[in-house]
């Protein structure tokens, strides 16, 4: 996961991509855009909900797997409106 540090003025985002081999530090004078922290935030999130998707799947526990497949799906929708935001 990632770890999301909002401290006066500065965001920094420090996480890895979903194979591992994104690894980013951004600060709020070198983002691309606006809200880019926020977004790796969330997806970094996501993906720990899509693990946990995977782990309940393979112990056979429906209903945990239900509930961290819509909360993968809340963080991402989170990320998208972010994205979307961050773009205007």
Known sequence: MTGF??????????????????????????RSFRGAAQLVYDSERAGG??????SACEAGDKATAQRALRQAINELETARAGLRIGMD
């Open 5 to 30: 540090i909002p401290t006066v003025g500065v965001y920094t985002a420090v996480g890895t991509g979903p194979v591992g081999e994104c690894e980013m530090a951004l600060t709020k004078a070198s």
């Open 49 to 54: 909900y899509l693990k946990e998707v995977c």
